[in-house]
């Protein structure tokens, strides 16, 4: 079965400190894969897609890299701030899924002041 | 330009209503998607259109009924909702490519808070 884990299901830090998000894919054959942040009661916001043949994605503070064969990958956010608090959702394309994307249950961030 | 938008925001309805929610894009996506999404849970998919012809309908029940009248609106219908269907609906479009399905970055809308009563 083609599954998506993210653990753990929360995580708490102080602010400035620097982190990594976690993912596992059961699957190695993917097309890619999507980092989301998700804002209490709001939409998804797309923060990095690693395509399969890439091995990472930076965006200002965040760097996402890719192992498809161990099945990993990692969200690093560089001096984390109180703004980065929200959930944050890895997604899988799997090859053959017909653009369904396989979601984790995502991680709950918090940043303290 | 990479927003997609949905209205309403947020929508109270009966048992017995006939409702619809919208999804709007300008990015010139040909791939649209709604997505259900229950507290505290991941996103789960609903419907594709690709084309503004329906690919993928994953055995959702028919009190929901999707459109997509042309290439920057999605709509969905609803009707004889049920309670367990109170939800966060959530829209999304992608690029999209007629030999293959799309595998591009999914820009999701800020959804609609569903709740029936």
């Known amino acids: 079965k083609q599954e998506v884990t993210q653990i753990p299901a929360a995580l708490s830090v102080p602010e400035g400190e620097n982190l990594v998000l976690n993912c596992s894919f059961t699957d190695s054959a993917i097309y890619n894969l999507q980092w989301f942040r998700q804002d209490p009661g709001k939409g998804l916001t797309s923060l990095l897609l690693i395509q399969s043949s890439q091995r990472e994605q930076t965006s200002g503070r965040l760097n996402a890299s890719l192992d498809k064969s161990s099945g990993r990958s990692t969200l690093y956010i560089a001096a984390s701030q109180p703004g980065d608090s929200a959930t944050y959702l890895c997604?899988?394309?799997?090859?053959?899924?017909?653009?369904?994307?396989?979601f984790g249950k995502g991680i709950t961030l918090s940043v303290r002041p | 330009d990479t927003e997609v938008t949905q209205t309403p925001k947020h929508l109270v309805m009966g048992m017995t209503n006939k409702k619809s929610l919208k999804c709007e894009q300008h990015?010139?996506?040909?791939?649209m998607y709604w997505y259900k999404q229950k507290a505290k849970k991941p996103p789960e998919l609903m419907f594709v259109y690709s084309y503004e012809k329906l690919s993928i309908n994953e055995s959702v029940p028919s009190r929901f009924s999707p459109e997509c009248p042309n290439s920057s609106l999605l709509n969905l219908h609803l009707h004889a909702l049920q309670p367990e269907d109170s939800a966060l609906y959530l829209c999304a479009s992608s690029k999209a490519s007629r030999r293959r399905r799309s595998t591009d970055t999914q820009y999701f809308g800020p959804g609609t808070r569903l709740t029936v009563l």
């Open positions: 990015m010139g996506h040909r791939a």
């Open positions: 997604a899988v394309l799997y090859t053959g899924a017909n653009s369904k994307l396989t």
